[in-house]
């Protein structure tokens, strides 16, 4: 352990000697497995993009999984003389985008990939070529699948370090592990000239890190917040001490002791029903806030001597109001220095934090039915709008010229799966108050809410797991076994009697351990549950769909599988076969049976007619509001009316099919309302069909 992470220090040392001046707002995108990120240049992620708040999305597969709302960063040092010789008793920076280029100077954000991604074609269209301006270098030798180098330099002479790991393995692909390398490099900005040589002392490291699990559960949970206003925090790892050499193999796979502090969307006062888990209530019940997301300690230096793990770090780890800290803005005053020194020190600013387990000492014990169906809201305790942080501190340390310490956290994502999120959540929006429920311990309750939070808590054990792994990972020297590397191209093609798919060969093939390719496919939509359709042995690299039906859209992934022979041991997790990550070769546009175009213009139908609201499930698998128009020419333009004459869409069939869709959109974006439309089919020709339909909602 102790040579793989010299390994990591040298080489995230000679990557920041590379030194040049980033924009604050560069950023690199991970987007290789179930959790993915952004990192940006400043060493720190706020999530707002002017639209949403985007980041740690989870799970990837699905639209608006984001969780990520903030991350607030500070670094303080006191007894400090700067370069124009003004002396600090406490001095502190912010990473923040705000201060780039005054208190904090980004000289490098990369992201170097294991392997080339897989080339996405569907009926021509490249789908991944977008993607690649997300990689800087390729590098068969670095330890993950993905890392992010970023290095920034502070006005005090402390240059921060961080690398980030991302795995796509299906057992790790949920968390990241971040190492963060702090070293007195002297360098106040983004040249390489070395302007402080004194000792650093007394440095303190903190941070408040507030996530909103998720954006489509805030937007279910209501009242117009998607920033974590709801949002409860607790810990784990308090007797970590005790078991800081302890193993953790697939025999004990969730334990309490690693030290981490992570948290869910909690209850909002302005409903009158219990919103754990963020239920539908108006669609299907579907819970929507099922993640449960935080970080995990798994490494903290003694000193800049002393490289061993010291187990009484954190200094500070617990919770902490989202809104509430000193504002250090780019005066540089005096005071708000002090203060952010003191939060650094584990002194809560206005009183609003703890280190207690902040949902126990509010909610009650863990698995009661007043924990279960407490309808307290976390916002309520401290009345800090800005929602609760995860907080947490390191330090001191003092660091000569040179010197350097090192951090390393692993920050994850988990929870209930979407099959289980739909099924209870139905469970509990159709309960009428005779159900017996099953619960995750096998008993049974007739109360709705102790059966939905029940399994909605079950993100607890869900996210200990994870960390856990991530754990396993860190303490092998990254040395879980590797999944195979998915093909490095796949193609699909719509034709009139099949779904042609084709790929080149995996480079793992080569390996011992490799079996084939399994073929997944969803139907209507890519966000939702895809079915294995196929296997293929090594040497076969083409599948046609013959079961595809007509008029549906049809979406696919394919991975390489290996036989499990090389993942037998369960030291780092379950045994058995691995597979490539399944968004390397997931499809984002549909494919179709395509069929031939009409021969005559009296052919030509609108399907369904009439479209019904009400049998929307039941008409296109996946796409309620779908309407085809079949037998058409193979090129043409379809201009749609109302029944008064007004256009309302334009639609260039060019394809050279018999088939085009419409979404019932205008071109304006509006959803249609109930009424007689007209179609106009026109072709290069001249000659012109018009066919009627009904629209009822």
Not at 96 to 105: L, Q, R
Not at 174 to 189: A, C, L, R, S, W
Not at 409 to 418: C, P, T
Not at 623 to 649: N, V
Request: proline letters at 4%.
């Amino acid at each position: 352990m102790k040579n793989k992470l010299k390994h990591i220090l040298l080489w995230v040392f000679a990557a920041s000697q590379l030194f040049a001046q980033v924009q604050s707002s560069d950023k690199r995108y991970v987007r290789i497995g179930s959790l993915q990120s952004h990192f940006s240049a400043y060493g720190s992620e706020r999530a707002w993009n002017s639209s949403y708040y985007e980041g740690m999305r989870w799970p990837a597969d699905y639209a608006f999984q984001d969780n990520s709302v903030i991350k607030r960063s500070w670094i303080g040092i006191e007894d400090f003389t700067d370069v124009y010789g003004k002396y600090w008793e406490k001095y502190a920076a912010y990473l923040a985008a705000d201060n780039v280029g005054e208190t904090i100077f980004p000289v490098e954000l990369k992201q170097t990939a294991k392997f080339t991604p897989t080339k996405v074609i569907v009926d021509g269209n490249s789908l991944y070529d977008l993607y690649l301006n997300d990689i800087d270098d390729y590098d068969s030798s670095i330890v993950a699948d993905r890392v992010i180098s970023n290095v920034v330099n502070t006005y005090m002479g402390l240059t921060v370090s961080r690398t980030v790991y991302a795995f796509s393995q299906q057992y790790h692909d949920n968390y990241f592990i971040k190492v963060y390398t702090y070293t007195n490099t002297g360098n106040i900005d983004y040249d390489d000239d070395i302007e402080l040589t004194a000792p650093i002392k007394g440095l303190r490291i903190g941070w408040g890190t507030r996530y909103s699990a998720s954006r489509e559960g805030a937007m279910n949970i209501g009242d117009g917040t998607s920033w974590g206003k709801h949002f409860w925090v607790t810990k784990r790892g308090e007797n970590y001490p005790e078991h800081q050499n302890d193993v953790i193999d697939e025999t004990n796979p969730i334990v309490d002791w690693i030290r981490c502090g992570f948290g869910w969307a909690g209850q909002s006062g302005t409903n009158g029903f219990n919103n754990i888990g963020g239920p539908e209530r108006t669609k299907n019940g579907r819970l929507t806030a099922i993640q449960h997301v935080g970080s995990a300690i798994l490494h903290v230096d003694k000193s800049a001597a002393d490289k061993s793990d010291d187990a009484n770090q954190p200094l500070t780890l617990g919770w902490h109001a989202g809104d509430t800290y000193p504002k250090l803005g780019n005066s540089r005053d005096v005071t708000p220095m002090i203060q952010v020194y003191n939060m650094l020190s584990g002194i809560p600013n206005k009183g609003l934090g703890g280190t207690d387990r902040f949902d126990e000492t509010n909610l009650g014990t863990p698995g009661t039915t007043e924990y279960l169906t407490n309808n307290v809201d976390p916002y309520t305790i401290h009345n800090d709008g800005g929602g609760t942080n995860i907080w947490v501190n390191y330090g001191p340390f003092d660091l000569a010229h040179g010197e350097s310490i090192t951090i390393v956290e692993a920050e994850g994502v988990a929870g209930l799966n979407r099959e289980e999120a739909e099924a209870i959540g139905k469970d509990w929006l159709d309960a009428t108050g005779s159900e017996t429920f099953l619960l995750p311990d096998g008993t049974t309750t007739s109360n709705k809410d102790v059966f939905k939070n029940s399994w909605v808590y079950t993100g607890k054990d869900s996210i200990m797991q994870t960390f856990g792994r991530a754990k396993r990972n860190f303490d092998s020297g990254f040395g879980i076994p590797k999944a195979p590397e998915p093909p490095a191209l796949f193609e699909i093609k719509s034709q009139g009697d099949k779904i042609n798919l084709s790929w080149y060969a995996s480079a793992s093939e080569s390996e011992s351990n490799f079996k084939g390719y399994k073929i997944f496919r969803a139907i209507g939509k890519p966000d939702t549950t895809y079915q294995e359709i196929y296997f293929a042995p090594v040497g076969e690299y083409e599948y046609n769909d013959t079961e595809a039906a007509r008029g549906f859209s049809y979406y696919y992934y394919i991975v390489s599988v290996t036989d499990g022979s090389k993942n037998s041991s369960g030291a780092a997790n379950p045994t058995g076969e691995l597979i490539s990550s399944r968004f390397y070769t997931k499809t984002t546009q549909p494919a179709f049976l395509r069929r031939k175009p009409g021969n005559s213009l009296e052919n030509i139908r609108v399907v369904p007619n009439p479209f019904n609201v009400r049998a929307r499930e039941l008409q296109f698998t996946g796409e309620p509001d779908k309407i085809m128009f079949l037998d058409i020419p193979g090129y043409c333009t379809i201009k749609i009316y109302t029944e008064r004459g007004d256009l309302i869409k334009e639609i260039n069939h060019d394809n050279g099919s018999g088939d085009e869709t419409w979404n019932s959109v205008t071109s304006s974006r509006q959803v249609v309302t109930s009424g007689v439309y007209i179609a106009v089919f026109t072709t290069p020709e001249g000659e012109r069909a018009i066919r009627k339909f009904v629209i009822i909602r």
